[in-house]
């Protein structure tokens, strides 16, 4: 079956540092994988989406940035982390089934930057 | 552009009652409609998902309908619990675009 691994759970960081975030799937090849920023009292807004090794595409402008150095890892990073960055950070994958694509969540990263 | 609302934003209910819960989106044209729960602090788990034929589908005490036309999915939850108490987001799947959420229903249980 399939699993998708997050780390860290929580990260407390201070304005100004480096963040990097991991996200692992295992169970499956070739997978969309996705991150999502869920900040608090508001809906799922999505950063990243990559359909392949090397391939990212932003939806948002801001001072992140996505990887994927691997089929089934992607990360998600900042030189310099703002305060406006603070928030519950979701990482997804998806397969494509004929007409079907079906979405799923790891557990989240909860960033608090102070 | 693809828009996903969610009604009622909260619903408190007690224990034993049957609910309903709203999703409507702005564009038929759709893979795909899914449901999700969430519980505080963690990722969303993938309760049902509806291809866009299909009118209904069921998961125990969960059935979600799809009125694509319309732009219109119900979750039905039957004889609800204290540990269905969570919120739940729909999200859709356009043509040729990422999924979109709506903003979710916060729901509580009350024994």
């Known amino acids: 079956s399939q699993t998708i691994h997050q780390w860290p759970a929580t990260l407390v960081q201070p304005v100004g540092s480096p963040l990097s975030l991991e996200c692992t799937v295992e169970g499956t090849s070739n997978p969309n994988l996705y991150w999502y920023r869920q900040a608090a009292g508001r809906g799922l807004q999505l950063l990243f989406y990559?359909?392949?090794?090397?391939?990212i595409s932003s939806e948002v402008p801001q001072n992140l940035s996505a990887s994927r150095p691997q089929d089934r890892q992607f990360i998600l990073s900042s030189k310099k982390l703002l305060l406006s960055d603070s928030g519950f950070y979701l990482c997804?994958?998806?397969?494509?089934?004929?007409?079907?694509?079906?979405?799923?969540f790891g557990p989240g990263t909860r960033l608090l930057v102070l | 552009k693809q828009e996903v609302t969610q009604i009622p934003a909260a619903l408190s209910v007690p224990e034993g009652e049957n609910l309903v819960l709203n999703c409507s989106f702005t564009?038929?044209?759709?893979?795909?409609l899914q449901w999700f729960r969430q519980d505080p602090g963690k990722g969303l788990t993938s309760l049902l998902l509806i291809q866009s034929s299909q009118r209904e589908q069921t998961s125990g005490r969960l059935n979600a309908s799809l009125d694509k036309s319309s732009g219109r999915s119900t979750l039905y939850i039957a004889a609800s619990q204290p540990g269905d108490s969570a919120t739940y987001l729909c999200?859709?799947?356009?043509?040729?675009?990422?999924?979109?959420f709506g903003p979710g229903t916060r729901l509580s249980v009350l024994p």
């Open positions: 990559s359909v392949g090794i090397g391939q």
């Open positions: 997804a994958w998806s397969v494509t089934q004929g007409a079907r694509e079906t979405q799923y």
């Open positions: 999200a859709v799947k356009p043509y040729g675009q990422n999924f979109v």
């Open positions: 564009d038929s044209a759709i893979y795909n």
